[in-house]
C-alpha cells in the first residue's frame, strides 16, 4: 500500500516521503480500515510517541496521521460492534502507524460509525478538533449555559469547534486571534473577537472559562481574567498561571465513541461546520503538508476519490 511515512524528527514534516509499505493485519480486537480520508495535526511531529512505542524504542519508519475515516475491511480474533463493510470514522493509536495511508490497523473502540450522508473529507476533520473542543469545555470546564467563554485561537481547528459547540450549549463567546481572523471566528460564532496584537485582552472583563491553545504570556494575562470558580483548560501542555480562585486543566484528547456520535450528529442536522482550509490526494501529500504560507483551516489528505 501506499503511505506516508517520516524517519527524522529534526526534520520534522520536512522529512516525509511517499513509500510502498504492507498492508497491515489485524491484532486481537483491532479492524483494518480502508482509509478514505485522513486529517493531519502538525504537532505531531513534536509527540514522542511519533518517534517512539510505549516502551521508548525508536519506531521508525513511522506513518503519521490520527484522524481517519474510511470502510472496515477485515476485522480482529474478539473483536465485536463493527463489521466489515461499515463505514466509520475515529482516532488511530498515537503509539501506533497513523492514517497517512491507504490501510490502518486500529482498535475498534477508537472508531464510530459513519452515517452514509456525512462525507469521508468532513468527517476525517471531526476527531481531533471535535473530541478537543468537547471534552475542553463540558468534561473539563463544566461548561453551562449563560457562562462566558474566551476562546483562544477562535479561528483555528479547535477553535471553531469550540466557539460553535460553546454557542450552541448557551455560552457568550469571545474569540481571539490575529485581526485577519476576525470576520471568521465571527462567522463561526463568536459573540465578539479580541486581535490579540492591537487590541487589549483585559477589556473583555472576567470570564467563567478560558480555553487555550496558545500558552506563555497570553495564557497568564488570561488566568487573571477567570472569574471565582471558574477554569483554565489548557491542550498546551501543563498550565504555567492559574486563576486566584479557580481550577486549572491540562489534557490530552481521547476517544470516545459516545461523544464522535455527538459531534457527527451535528454535522447532520447542520449544527456543526467543519473547517477545512485545504484537500489533497495521497500522491500529493507530502507537498500539502509543507505549506508555503499559512493555512486558514485543517488539510484534509483524501486517499481515495
Known sequence: MKAIVVTDQAAGTAGMTLVERPEPQPAINDVVVRIHASGFVPTEMEWPSTWTDRAGRDRTPSIPGHEL????????????????????????????????????????????????????????????SGLTAWQGLFQHGRLQAGQTVLAHGAAGAVGTM??????????????TGRAADR????????????DLANDTLEDVGSVDLVFDVIGGDIQKRSA????????????????????????????????????????????????LRMNIDNVSTLDDAVAALNPTERRKGKTIIRVRP
Do not use: C, M
Open 162 to 175: 469550540v466557539t460553535q459547540l460553546a454557542r450552541e450549549a448557551g455560552a457568550y463567546v469571545i474569540g
Open 224 to 271: 487573571a481574567l477567570i472569574k471565582a470558580g471558574g477554569t483554565l483548560v489548557s491542550i498546551v501542555g501543563p498550565v504555567e498561571a492559574r486563576p486566584v480562585d479557580g481550577l486549572t486543566v491540562d489534557f490530552v484528547v481521547e476517544v470516545d465513541r459516545a461523544e464522535l456520535g455527538e459531534i457527527v450528529r451535528r454535522v447532520r442536522d447542520g449544527r
Open 183 to 194: 470576520q471568521k471566528a465571527l462567522d463561526f460564532g463568536a459573540h465578539e473577537f479580541v
Open 69 to 128: 475515516a474510511g470502510v472496515v475491511t477485515a476485522l480482529g480474533y474478539g473483536t465485536t460492534g463493527l463489521s466489515v463493510g461499515q463505514r466509520v470514522f475515529g482516532l488511530a493509536d498515537w503509539h501506533r502507524d497513523g492514517t497517512l495511508a491507504e490501510y490502518v490497523a486500529i482498535e475498534a473502540r477508537n472508531l464510530a460509525p459513519l452515517p452514509g450522508d456525512v462525507d469521508f473529507t468532513a468527517a476525517a476533520s471531526l476527531p481531533i
